[in-house]
């Protein structure tokens, strides 16, 4: 089946940056955005960031201006790199693409088993 699996986690000091990678074990041909969520201790998983096939990106407010998704279709991969990182901003990230199997049938969802993200001093 569809596997995701992403890398690019680790502890960084507030203020630093770190570019996860997710890659895709097929080729990434859907019409709704792919993207990037995290999930921290204690709360509920949010996007972060998507984009279209088109590159047309969208974040959540606390991110914009430090956050840029991007995707490399020939590569199958999607990319996040997120600067200036805070430590509110330490969770797991995961990997997301919605792909469409049958007419009038809701995407599936695909994750990846995530990586980890401290943004710790």
């Known amino acids: 089946q569809v596997r995701l699996v992403e890398s690019g986690g680790g502890l960084v000091q507030p203020g630093g940056s770190l570019r996860l990678s997710c890659a895709v074990s097929?080729?990434?041909?859907?019409?709704?955005?792919v993207g990037w969520y995290r999930q921290a201790p204690g709360k509920q998983r949010e996007m972060v960031a998507t984009i279209t096939d088109n590159g047309i990106t969208n974040y959540v407010d606390p991110v914009k201006g430090r956050f840029t998704i991007s995707r490399d279709n020939a590569k199958n991969t999607i990319d996040l790199q997120m600067n200036s990182l805070k430590p509110e901003e330490t969770a797991i990230y995961y990997c997301?693409?919605?792909?469409?199997?049958?007419?009038?049938?809701?995407?599936?969802?695909?994750w990846g088993q995530g990586t980890q993200v401290t943004v710790s001093s």
């Open positions: 997301n693409v919605k792909l469409v199997h049958a007419i009038n049938a809701p995407p599936t969802d695909y």
């Open positions: 097929r080729r990434i041909f859907t019409v709704y955005p």
